[in-house]
Nanobody, 123 residues
Framework: QVQLVESGEAVVQAGDSLRLSCAAS????????MGWFRQAPGKEREFLAG????????GYADSVKGRFTISRDNTKNTVYLQMNSLKPDDTAVYYC????????????????WGQGTQVTVSS
């Protein structure tokens, strides 16, 4: 059974940085990809970044490119999302997810999800 556990919940000020973690367990993830998404109240779930587990190939949504960085530590089975220059609009619940194959911007293609972690950015 695949389990994803996010951590890093915080209340920060605009301009601050924050790193989220997603610890994955339950199988080996070679051939899989991880994605980070977020969902703000009243809005749809939004793709932020993806990374292939084996090669570390990454991709980003235009809305966060240059501010957010996704990375992984294969030895710890953990994926990170480094967020810099945070804005109040970044306030949301952040989720990690995993799918077989290359990462996708569509949440429909992901098989497993974490429980989410709240990030609040105050102005």
């Amino acid at each position: 059974q695949v389990q994803l556990v996010e951590s890093g919940e915080a209340v920060v000020q605009a301009g601050d940085s924050l790193r989220l973690s997603c610890a994955a367990s339950g199988r080996t993830f070679n051939g899989y990809s991880m994605g980070w998404f977020r969902q703000a109240p009243g809005k749809e779930r939004e793709f932020l970044a993806g990374i292939t587990w084996s090669t570390g190939n990454t991709g980003y949504a235009d809305s966060v490119k240059g501010r957010f960085t996704i990375s992984r530590d294969n030895t710890k089975n953990t994926v990170y999302l480094q967020m810099n220059s945070l804005k109040p609009d970044d306030t949301a619940v952040y989720y990690c997810a995993v799918r077989l194959g290359f990462y996708s911007a569509s949440s429909n293609w992901y098989n497993y999800w974490g429980q989410g972690t709240q990030v609040t950015v105050s102005s």
